[in-house]
């Protein structure tokens, strides 16, 4: 059974910084994509980014050029650099990995880590 275990949530001050760890619980093969998405109270999960095995990256509008997404060289470790946090980046950031194995795909996801940013 893989855990993707989140790391680096906590709080912070608006236009404050923090980074964000997911790592798998062991090495995984045919990752093709992790990602971020994050639930604000009474709001639906979203994607804020996400990055392939082959380092093409995606972000959502309300975050892009303020955060960046990275994955380390084994592809089972990624990042969020989130800076110039805002008060509506509040909320529990899941991390999320696919591994697409002859043509389908599995979904992994993490126990999520909070983030609040005050004003």
């Known amino acids: 059974q893989v855990q993707l275990v989140e790391s680096g949530g906590g709080l912070a001050q608006a236009g404050g910084s923090l980074r964000l760890s997911c790592a798998a619980s062991r090495s995984i093969r045919n990752v093709v994509i992790m990602g971020w998405h994050r639930q604000g109270a009474g709001k639906q999960r979203e994607l804020v980014a996400d990055?392939?095995?082959?380092?093409?990256?995606g972000y959502a509008a309300s975050v892009k050029g303020r955060f960046t997404i990275s994955r380390d060289n084994g592809g089972n470790t990624v990042y969020l650099q989130m800076n110039n946090l805002k008060p509506e980046d509040t909320g529990v950031y899941y991390c999320?990995?696919?591994?697409?194995?002859?043509?389908?795909?599995?979904?992994?996801w993490g126990q999520g880590t909070l983030v609040t940013v005050a004003s």
């Open positions: 990055i392939s095995d082959g380092g093409d990256t």
């Open positions: 999320k990995a696919i591994r697409l194995i002859a043509g389908t795909t599995y979904d992994y």
